[in-house]
């Protein structure tokens, strides 16, 4: 199985406590991987045969390939 199929994500923390959390693919989506980073925390993940999604809880910079995205809300 080659799992580096898949397209690259960016993830920087722009406040403590952001959860990055990896999905499965298949009939029954499960959580497979969960990561918290604090402010200024930098994280490269990949899609692969076994992630499909991946959420992202909190305030955070997304870039990907095809442009970028900011999560969270102003408070």
Same mark, same amino acid.
């Given at each position: 199985?080659?799992?580096?199929?898949?397209?690259?994500?960016?993830?920087?923390?722009?406040?403590?406590?952001?959860?990055?959390?990896?999905? #499965?693919?298949?009939?029954?989506t499960?959580? @497979? @991987?969960?990561?918290? $980073?604090?402010?200024?925390?930098?994280?490269?993940?990949?899609?692969?045969?076994? #992630?499909s999604a991946i959420?992202? @809880?909190?305030?955070?910079?997304? $870039?990907?390939?095809?442009g970028?995205?900011?999560?969270?809300?102003d408070?």
């Open positions: 199985m080659n799992e580096n199929t898949g397209d690259y994500v960016v993830i920087k923390a722009l406040e403590d406590g952001v959860s990055i959390m990896g999905l #499965t693919r298949g009939r029954d499960k959580f @497979h @991987h969960t990561e918290k $980073l604090d402010k200024g925390d930098v994280y490269i993940a990949q899609f692969t045969e076994i #992630t959420k992202i @809880h909190g305030k955070a910079q997304i $870039l990907t390939g095809i970028g995205v900011e999560s969270g809300e408070k």
